[in-house]
Structures are given as structure tokens and as C-alpha cells.
């Protein structure tokens, strides 16, 4: 094989190699990925459940009535139920000396009488008769009437406590990308946001910048770096692959992050260690 033979082969090969290795690292120059997402909606503040208890309120014509309260009954009063009567009631008979009669029957007279003296005419003797008319005596007692029932008071329920407004998140610090070189630039706003959960997110909106490959979030405690040693420097966390190089997006923030040990939003290359853009960060 001579010598222009393997000339066309090299050539070859670099072209199976070389192009699809530029391609991916040059077309995202000039490839725009947009990327929207909503704004973090606001929730409705957490509020205690209302423990009032409903008691509803009997209609017209209706009598409340107590449920669960013992019924209050007046001392010494009898029990409803009394054992029946005797079909015989208990008669007592009485004998009043009610009329007297005379008796035939002659009072004794002394064995001696004086001479001419005449007998004497029997002495009438009072007998009491007896009545014959029975007087009934009740065995039943009168019983009193009962006390009345106490009717319960009509409770109206509490009016339902007002639903607090939705809490909106809350902006912590945010600043502005900028331009860092002729080509790496960016644009738009960057914002921390405590939503009412306690949670942080960080939100890019109206947010541009020069695409490229293998572009990271960071967060640096430098304010403004324009290389990797300044990003590095003094303290940074990487927070997610850059979803896209244009829109509005979030991103959520660990939990143990704290806002206030970084000083700017910084969108780097990992690949070829290139600060893009930076956004110093401050009192919104």
C-alpha cells in the first residue's frame, strides 16, 4: 500500500473521531437549550385544628333534651312502681256507742221490803248497739308528681377560625450575572428563596448564558470569580447540572446549607475548569 493510500486512511479516521468529539464540545456554542419551570407556589400556613365541638341547634316545636345527664329527682320521693292492692282491702270495724236501747231485763231488788210496800217497777238498763257500717281504710299512699326534666340549653356551634393567606416565599439574597470574557457571558437574575416549609431553593429567572459542555451550578464564598482557583478559594458547594442555558429555573438547596457562608452564584465548566458567568449575591 503506498503512501497516498495511507494518507487517505489517516484521514479517514480522523474525521470518524474528530467530528463527533467537536461536535460535542463546540455545538453548544451555538445551541440554545431553554428550560421554564413555575415559581414555587405559596401554601396555606398550617394552623391547629379547631376542638370546638358542634352541638346542633334543635328546630321550632322541639324540646332539647339533655343526653348523658342523670335525671334529678327530688329527695324522699318514692319509686314510680308500688306493689298492687289486695283484691280485699283491710277493713276495720269500729263499734261506736252510737244508740241505746232499753232493756226489759229489771234491776234487783233487796229481799226484805217493808210492809205495804209495793214492787218496784223495773229499772231501764243502757246497752250500747253495735254499727254495723264498715269504715274503709286505704292501703295505697298518694304519690307526689315527679320533678321536672331540666331541658338541655341550645348551644350554637363556634364560627370556623379564618383561614390564614397563602405564605408566599421569602427572598433571601440575590444578585445579577455577568459578563466574565468576550465569549463566556450571562444574564439574568439569581435568587435564594426560604419557602414557608423552611426550605431553600434557588431560582434563575429571565436567566442566559453562553452555552457550553459540562456546565455545573456553583455556589462560591468568593463574590466574583472569574477562574477556577477563585471559585475554589474560599469555599464553594456544587449544586446541580445546569438544566438549560435560557429560561427560568429552580433548584432546590440541601438542608444543611447556610445562604449566608456564600457570596455569589457561579454557572462553571467542569470539563475544561471555565467560569461562564458569575451573579454576586446581596440584600435582595
Request: aromatic share 6%; with cysteine.
Amino acid at each position: 500500500m503506498g503512501r497516498r493510500a495511507w494518507g487517505l486512511s489517516a484521514f479517514v479516521v480522523a474525521l470518524v473521531v474528530v467530528v463527533p468529539v467537536g461536535w460535542y464540545l463546540l455545538s453548544p456554542f451555538w445551541r440554545t437549550e431553554r428550560v421554564d419551570d413555575p415559581f414555587p407556589a405559596p401554601v396555606a400556613a398550617r394552623t391547629a385544628p379547631d376542638t370546638t365541638p358542634t352541638v346542633a341547634v334543635p328546630g321550632p316545636g322541639t324540646t332539647p333534651v339533655s343526653v348523658g345527664a342523670p335525671t334529678p329527682v327530688a329527695p324522699g320521693t318514692p319509686p314510680a312502681t308500688l306493689p298492687a292492692p289486695s283484691a280485699q282491702p283491710a277493713v276495720a270495724t269500729v263499734t261506736p256507742l252510737s244508740s241505746a236501747v232499753l232493756s226489759s231485763t229489771p234491776s234487783p231488788v233487796p229481799s226484805t221490803a217493808l210492809p205495804g210496800a209495793t214492787s218496784p217497777s223495773p229499772t231501764p238498763s243502757l246497752v250500747a248497739a253495735p254499727m254495723t257500717t264498715p269504715i274503709p281504710v286505704p292501703t295505697t299512699v298518694p304519690v307526689p308528681p315527679a320533678a321536672p326534666v331540666p331541658t338541655a340549653v341550645p348551644v350554637v356551634a363556634a364560627a370556623p377560625t379564618p383561614t390564614a393567606p397563602p405564605a408566599w416565599p421569602v427572598a433571601v439574597v440575590s444578585g445579577t450575572f455577568g459578563v466574565v470574557d468576550a465569549i463566556h457571558k450571562g444574564s439574568g437574575q439569581a435568587t435564594i428563596y426560604r419557602l414557608p416549609d423552611g426550605t431553600l431553593v434557588l431560582r434563575l429567572e429571565g436567566f442566559a448564558v453562553t452555552n457550553g459542555p459540562d456546565l455545573f451550578v456553583y455556589l462560591s464564598g468568593h463574590r466574583a470569580p472569574r477562574t477556577s482557583g477563585e471559585l475554589h478559594a474560599q469555599g464553594d458547594r456544587e449544586i446541580a447540572v445546569l438544566k438549560g442555558n435560557v429560561g427560568n429555573q429552580t433548584y432546590a438547596l440541601p438542608a444543611d446549607l447556610d445562604p449566608a457562608a456564600y457570596r455569589s452564584v457561579v454557572i462553571y465548566c467542569k470539563r475544561f475548569t471555565t467560569v461562564f458567568s458569575t451573579a454576586t449575591l446581596g440584600t435582595p
